[in-house]
């Protein structure tokens, strides 16, 4: 018997088996939780009914977050489902291409910055807000966002997607004391870069490997199932003490000044 046993989880962002909110996902099965997922678009519905059917899941429900109509009616698909759900997932980003090359200064716009926290940061709170009917009188819920280290110090290229990050750590925080007598609990996790379909379209992202993976005190890059089992014990009652916080899944690179690894490179 799994940890989950007995919960439900929504996973909204899943996009591909080399996601994080996969890794999620895999470790949230395993260990016996229901999962649903959402998809975006009609390009990415096969896609992603795949992947439910890896988790025995056949509930699989459109949702674009920078529509609360859509936010709306994807609970209200849910109802026909299940009367109700433990386990909330949020893994979704965004923010214009042009945001995000060269310098921020040089590249922050009116409309990228909007874009970049409404879908980045917004929806989390959007999504938890409308799921609380749906979470209530459960024994005890959780909601859990992903998060990265250009939230608390700049990063090249990251540019607006820092301070859209920031703003979802926040969230976080203030979500966590509007929900936490409700007895459900909201975190984040920080992931260390990882090698995802989207990683790998950010300019510069191998160079940055390499640093990372010199600097970092396990001399690696993390996976999507090391997040993936952080994130399941975080939304599972072996976590119930546990609501506000930003956990790091990053190999120890967060709390790195100048390592070991680098200096060996002289």
């Keep these: ?21 996969w890794g999620i996902a895999k470790a949230m099965h395993r260990e016996g939780a229901e999962i649903a ?21 056949d509930i699989v429900i459109p949702c674009d977050v920078s529509s609360d109509e859509e936010i709306d009616a994807l ?13 909330l997932v949020h893994s979704v980003a965004f923010a214009p291409r042009e945001t995000l090359e060269g310098l921020y200064l040089d590249s922050v716009s009116r409309d990228g910055f909007n874009a970049a926290h409404e879908i980045s940061s917004y929806s989390f709170a959007a999504l938890g807000k409308a799921a609380r009917p749906m979470m209530a009188n459960r024994g005890g ?16 290229g990251y540019n607006v997607m820092g301070l859209a990050k920031a703003s979802l750590e926040a969230n ?12 459900i609990r909201v975190n984040g996790i920080s992931a260390g870069p990882i090698r995802t379909l989207a990683a790998m379209g950010i ?15 396990l001399g690696r890059s993390v996976t999507t199932d090391e997040v993936g089992n952080t994130g ?17 899944v990053d190999g120890g690179f967060n709390t790195v000044g100048l390592s070991e690894g680098l200096l060996s490179e002289e």
């Design 203 to 217: 300019k510069g992202f191998r160079k940055m490997m390499h640093y990372y993976e010199k600097a970092v005190p």
């Design 141 to 156: 819920g959780a909601m859990l966002t992903l998060s990265y280290i250009g939230a608390v110090r700049s990063m090249p």
């Design 1 to 21: 018997m799994g940890f989950l046993n007995g919960k439900r989880a929504l996973i909204v962002g899943v996009a591909s088996d080399r996601s994080i909110a």
């Design 232 to 248: 399941a014990f975080l939304c599972s009652d072996l976590a119930s003490g546990i609501t506000g916080e930003i956990t790091y």
């Design 37 to 57: 997922f959402t998809y975006q678009t009609e390009k990415l519905k096969p896609r992603v009914e795949k992947l439910a059917a890896h988790a025995d899941s």
């Design 172 to 183: 976080v925080r203030y979500m966590a004391q509007s929900l936490g007598r409700e007895n």
């Design 75 to 87: 609970y209200g698909e849910l109802d026909n489902y299940w009367d109700g759900f433990d386990i």
